[in-house]
């Protein structure tokens, strides 16, 4: 196979199929590390998971907006996957944008991929926060009281704001005039500095609000886990975050797992009675005040907890490969330890100065943090280097080129005063 669409030889074997992966390295390294073959699908010709060295393939995608292409592009690969080995490959996805588009295609896509999807209208409700909250509402789930519109002049509390939508708000103007393009929701102190803010009283309508459950971000807890088509779990793991840019409403950037009897409990109760199926991350927040955990949303996909997971003893990837391909189960479910932790470098290091700025963590204690348990990486790897050297490599020039005109800005600057 060539041009846009290139695998090697070697990874095409019927008895061990690649996985055509929407997703980046803390997708890959866990399939990897399994021995499980992967083609990475991907828009963006500098994607790091491209420099890999579990990366067996490399199919180009349209961008996201062109979804008819993108969802073509797909069929194509797959058709061509399932000629050349006599059978369907897995498909795995990691954001809800593409999660979105397997969705709507779901009947075409499933004859070619091997997919286990939730049912149409609980996947429409776990991609849009309005209807997440009505039917966690109507399960009996232990959701924030939702807040509408027209009854926020009377909440003295503080409010949380968020898209209504999962997908396609990246570019959107909910991100870059009420986030300010870095959060992913935003609390307001009130009701009536809600009604107050000028982009929230333009963007309503694009959003969704609920009671703030108050605490820091280590009171952010997730369950996550596999389950097969009758919704029988395979395996799970428990994780927390121990701190996020922006903090509070902002992305994960260091993170690890953790036993917690009562996320386990209501992790587990939470996918029985959504009936989830597939790969699921449930999100929980332990509030400060009462000690009560609140489900806050549900993502059924994979994502960057699964490397975390993975060398921690669950690896997810490998175990829904093992029932998509062969239908196996683990003969009992995996126990996980909590002695490695996952660390994005560069935001954790904006996440310790946002909170030394507000006085709430010294450099002494930030390193601490980092030095109390092994780690792995969004990027750098011991066993797999050249994503993170090729794109220092990449970035050196400019960076290079921009203090050589600061110099030469401060030179001129001497020389003419």
């Not at 390295?25 to 699908?41: C, F, K, S």
């Not at 428990?238 to 386990?264: C, H, I, N, W």
């Amino acid at each position: 196979m060539s041009g846009a669409f290139s695998v090697e030889r070697a990874a095409l074997r019927a008895a061990r199929p690649p996985v055509l992966l929407l997703g980046g390295l803390d997708l890959l390294r866990p399939l990897g590390a399994a021995g499980i073959p992967a083609i990475v699908a991907t828009d963006d010709a500098h994607d790091p998971a491209l420099d890999s060295r579990y990366c067996r393939g490399r199919l180009r995608l349209p961008p996201p907006a062109q979804r008819a292409a993108l969802a073509g592009t797909l069929l194509a690969a797959g058709e061509r996957l399932r000629r050349a080995l006599g059978r369907r490959v897995p498909l795995y996805y990691g954001t809800d944008d593409h999660l979105e588009l397997i969705s709507d295609a779901r009947e075409a896509l499933e004859r070619v991929f091997l997919l286990l999807l939730n049912p149409p209208e609980v996947s429409r409700a776990l991609l849009r926060k309005d209807l997440f909250a009505a039917l966690a509402s109507a399960r009996g789930l232990p959701v924030p009281r939702a807040l509408a519109w027209e009854a926020l002049g009377g909440v003295a509390g503080p409010v949380l704001a968020k898209p209504r939508r999962k997908t396609g708000w990246e570019d959107s103007a909910v991100r870059l005039r009420l986030l300010e393009g870095a959060a992913k929701a935003r609390v307001f102190p009130s009701g009536r500095a809600v009604l107050a803010h000028p982009p929230a009283m333009h963007l309503h309508e694009q959003l969704s609000f609920q009671e703030y459950v108050a605490g820091d971000d280590r009171q952010l807890w997730s369950y996550h886990g596999y389950a097969d088509a009758g919704g029988a779990p395979l395996a799970a793991f428990v994780g927390r975050k121990l701190r996020t840019f922006p903090a509070l409403t902002g992305m994960s950037s260091y993170l690890e797992l953790a036993r917690d009897a009562e996320v386990e409990a209501l992790g587990r109760e939470v996918a029985a009675r959504l009936e989830l199926r597939g790969p699921y991350k449930i999100d929980f927040k332990r509030c400060a005040a009462s000690g009560r955990l609140y489900l806050l949303e549900v993502n059924a996909r994979f994502n960057l907890w699964h490397h975390l997971g993975a060398v921690n003893g669950v690896n997810l990837p490998r175990i829904a490969y093992d029932y998509l391909v062969h239908g196996a189960r683990p003969a009992r479910p995996p126990a996980w330890a909590t002695g490695r932790r996952w660390l994005c470098p560069r935001l954790d290091w904006r996440a310790y100065r946002e909170l030394a700025a507000r006085g709430e963590l010294t450099f002494g204690a930030w390193l601490a943090s980092l030095a109390a348990a092994r780690k792995v990486c969004d990027t750098f790897s011991w066993t797999d280097p050249w994503p993170s050297l090729r794109r220092l490599a990449r970035r050196a020039p400019a960076r290079l080129a921009r203090e050589l005109g600061q110099l030469g800005a401060r030179l001129w600057r001497s020389t003419a005063s």
